[in-house]
C-alpha cells in the first residue's frame, strides 16, 4: 500500500514543474493539502511567499525516538527534455525532470511519514521539503535556526543512492577573495600596482600550498579535500593598469575541517606573499558555506540500522559515500546524525535521461518504514 502510494506521488510531483518561484509554491501548497487531508499531522508552510518556501509537518506521540525524514523539490531547468513533466513509463522506470533527484525519494519519505502517522508510532516523526537545495540550500539552515526543527537522532534524505547507504560527504564552501591595487595608465605601469599580477601570484601559490596540504589530511573514506578557482573578473581595458582583481575559491572539505581552515589557508599563502611583496592587499568574503557530514559506520548506531535495512530488503547493502553535496550536512551542523538512502541512480540526475526505477521507489518506501517500526515504538 505505502508503497504504491510513493510511486504515484512520485508521478504526481513530476507532473507539477519545480524550477520556478511560481513552481516551487505551488508544490509546497500542494503537499501542505495533501498531508493536511491524509494524516493528523502538525503542518506549516514556513515563507511561502517567498521565492523559496519550505514546509514541515510533524507527527508527535509521546516521548521517544526523534527521527527527521528530509528531502527537496526543487529541480534544476527543464532544458533539455523533450516532455519534461510527462512521467513515462518504461522498462519498469519513470522519466522525467525530478524524477531522481530527487521527487521519488521525496515520495519515498512521505509514505513513510503518512505510515508514522497512520499507525500513531511513538515519539516524533518531521518531514521537510525544502526548495532551495540545487541553489542556495539555506532553508534547513533557517529551519534549525529559528527553532522549527530540533535536533534529531537521525536524519533520512532519501538522494539517489541506488539503494546504498551513504555515510559521509565533503562539505562545499565558496570564498571571495577580492585583490586590492592602483590603477594607472598602461603607458607608465609603474605608477600603478596591477591587481591581476597580484590574482596570477596568489592563485599559483594558493595552487601548490593546498596540493601539499591537503595530501597530509586524507580521509578514509573521503580521500583528500579538492580546491578550485572557478571564477576570476578584473580589468576594463587593456589601457589601464587594473585596481581590483576577484576571484571565487571553491573548497570542498573534510568532515575534520570547518570554514576557518578554508580562511586560514588563504591568509597563510596571503601572508607569505606579503613578505616579499609590499603592495600585496586583500579581503575575503565567505559566500557559501554548506557543511560536511559523516556517521560514523562502525558504530553501533549505524549498524543497528543498516541491519533493519537489510533484514527488511533481504539483502546487503552497500556502505559508500555521497559525491556530491547534500542536506545532510546541515543535518549534521544541528547534531542530526543523517543517513542518505533513496532510490535511484545519480548518474541520471539533471540529465536528459533523468529516470529512476519503479522496484527501486518501493524498495527504499518499505525500507524507510521498517526503521520507523523499529525505532519509534
Same mark, same amino acid.
Given at each position: &500500500?505505502?508503497?504504491?502510494?510513493?510511486?504515484?506521488?512520485?508521478?504526481?510531483?513530476?507532473?507539477? %514543474?519545480?524550477?520556478?518561484? !511560481?513552481?516551487?509554491?505551488?508544490?509546497?501548497?500542494? &503537499?501542505?493539502?495533501?498531508?493536511?487531508?491524509?494524516?493528523?499531522?502538525?503542518?506549516?508552510?514556513?515563507?511561502?511567499?517567498?521565492?523559496?518556501?519550505?514546509?514541515?509537518?510533524?507527527?508527535?506521540?509521546?516521548?521517544?525516538?526523534?527521527? $527527521?525524514?528530509?528531502?527537496?523539490? #526543487?529541480?534544476?531547468?527543464?532544458?533539455?527534455?523533450?516532455?519534461?513533466?510527462? @512521467?513515462?513509463?518504461?522498462?519498469?522506470?519513470?522519466?522525467?525532470?525530478?524524477?531522481?533527484?530527487?521527487?521519488?525519494?521525496?515520495? *519515498?519519505?512521505?509514505?513513510?511519514?503518512?505510515?508514522?502517522?497512520?499507525?500513531?508510532?511513538?515519539?516524533?516523526?518531521?518531514? &521537510?521539503?525544502?526548495? #532551495?537545495?540545487?541553489?542556495?540550500?539555506?532553508?534547513?539552515? =533557517?529551519?534549525? %535556526?529559528?527553532?522549527?526543527?530540533?535536533?534529531?537522532?537521525?536524519?533520512?534524505?532519501?538522494? @539517489?543512492?541506488?539503494?546504498?547507504?551513504?555515510?559521509?560527504?565533503?562539505?562545499?564552501?565558496?570564498?571571495?577573495?577580492?585583490?586590492?591595487?592602483?590603477?594607472?595608465? =598602461?603607458?607608465?605601469? !609603474? $605608477?600603478?600596482?596591477?591587481?591581476?599580477?597580484?590574482?596570477?601570484?596568489?592563485?599559483?601559490?594558493?595552487?601548490?600550498?593546498?596540493?601539499?596540504?591537503?595530501?597530509?589530511?586524507?580521509?578514509?573514506?573521503?580521500?583528500?579535500?579538492?580546491?578550485?578557482?572557478?571564477?576570476?573578473?578584473?580589468?576594463?581595458?587593456?589601457? *589601464?593598469?587594473?585596481?581590483?582583481?576577484?576571484?571565487?575559491?571553491?573548497?570542498?572539505?573534510?568532515?575534520? !575541517?570547518?570554514?576557518?581552515?578554508?580562511?586560514?589557508?588563504?591568509?597563510?599563502?596571503?601572508?607569505?606573499?606579503?613578505?616579499?611583496?609590499?603592495?600585496?592587499?586583500?579581503?575575503?568574503?565567505?559566500?557559501?558555506?554548506?557543511?560536511?557530514?559523516?556517521?560514523? *559506520?562502525? *558504530?553501533?548506531?549505524?549498524?543497528?540500522?543498516?541491519?533493519?535495512?537489510?533484514?527488511?530488503?533481504?539483502?546487503?547493502?552497500?556502505?559508500?559515500?555521497?559525491?556530491?553535496?547534500?542536506?545532510?550536512?546541515? $543535518?549534521?551542523?544541528?547534531?542530526?546524525?543523517?543517513?542518505?538512502?533513496? @532510490?535511484?541512480?545519480?548518474?541520471?540526475?539533471?540529465?536528459?535521461? !533523468?529516470?529512476?526505477?519503479?522496484?527501486?521507489?518501493?524498495?527504499?518506501?518499505?525500507?524507510?518504514?521498517?526503521?520507523?517500526?523499529?525505532?519509534?515504538?
Amino acid at each position: &500500500m505505502y508503497e504504491d502510494v510513493a510511486v504515484e506521488l512520485t508521478k504526481e510531483f513530476i507532473r507539477m %514543474e519545480s524550477f520556478s518561484v !511560481e513552481g516551487k509554491q505551488k508544490i509546497i501548497a500542494f &503537499m501542505y493539502h495533501k498531508i493536511k487531508e491524509e494524516t493528523d499531522a502538525e503542518i506549516q508552510i514556513v515563507d511561502g511567499h517567498t521565492e523559496n518556501p519550505y514546509l514541515i509537518a510533524h507527527h508527535k506521540n509521546g516521548e521517544g525516538y526523534h527521527l $527527521l525524514l528530509q528531502g527537496h523539490l #526543487d529541480t534544476v531547468s527543464l532544458d533539455g527534455l523533450q516532455d519534461p513533466l510527462n @512521467p513515462i513509463e518504461k522498462d519498469g522506470e519513470i522519466y522525467g525532470r525530478g524524477s531522481c533527484d530527487m521527487k521519488a525519494g521525496s515520495a *519515498s519519505n512521505y509514505a513513510a511519514f503518512k505510515y508514522a502517522c497512520d499507525h500513531q508510532v511513538k515519539g516524533n516523526v518531521y518531514l &521537510m521539503y525544502s526548495t #532551495d537545495e540545487e541553489t542556495y540550500a539555506q532553508q534547513t539552515v =533557517s529551519a534549525f %535556526e529559528r527553532g522549527l526543527l530540533p535536533s534529531c537522532d537521525l536524519g533520512v534524505i532519501s538522494e @539517489p543512492t541506488d539503494q546504498a547507504l551513504m555515510v559521509a560527504q565533503k562539505g562545499n564552501a565558496w570564498i571571495e577573495v577580492e585583490f586590492i591595487g592602483k590603477s594607472a595608465h =598602461s603607458s607608465m605601469p !609603474e $605608477l600603478g600596482e596591477n591587481a591581476i599580477y597580484m590574482a596570477s601570484a596568489f592563485i599559483q601559490a594558493f595552487q601548490k600550498y593546498t596540493e601539499e596540504k591537503f595530501k597530509k589530511n586524507s580521509h578514509p573514506l573521503l580521500g583528500e579535500a579538492k580546491m578550485n578557482v572557478g571564477v576570476i573578473e578584473a580589468g576594463k581595458q587593456a589601457n *589601464s593598469v587594473p585596481a581590483n582583481c576577484r576571484i571565487v575559491i571553491d573548497k570542498r572539505y573534510l568532515p575534520n !575541517e570547518t570554514i576557518n581552515d578554508f580562511q586560514e589557508e588563504i591568509d597563510i599563502v596571503a601572508k607569505r606573499l606579503k613578505d616579499t611583496y609590499p603592495a600585496f592587499r586583500y579581503q575575503t568574503n565567505i559566500l557559501v558555506d554548506c557543511t560536511p557530514m559523516e556517521i560514523d *559506520s562502525s *558504530s553501533e548506531k549505524f549498524l543497528q540500522l543498516k541491519a533493519i535495512l537489510e533484514k527488511e530488503l533481504d539483502r546487503k547493502l552497500k556502505v559508500d559515500v555521497f559525491g556530491g553535496w547534500g542536506e545532510g550536512g546541515t $543535518l549534521a551542523k544541528y547534531a542530526t546524525d543523517t543517513l542518505y538512502f533513496g @532510490p535511484g541512480n545519480s548518474i541520471y540526475a539533471h540529465t536528459d535521461e !533523468e529516470r529512476v526505477g519503479i522496484e527501486a521507489i518501493k524498495e527504499v518506501t518499505s525500507g524507510i518504514i521498517a526503521i520507523v517500526k523499529n525505532k519509534c515504538v
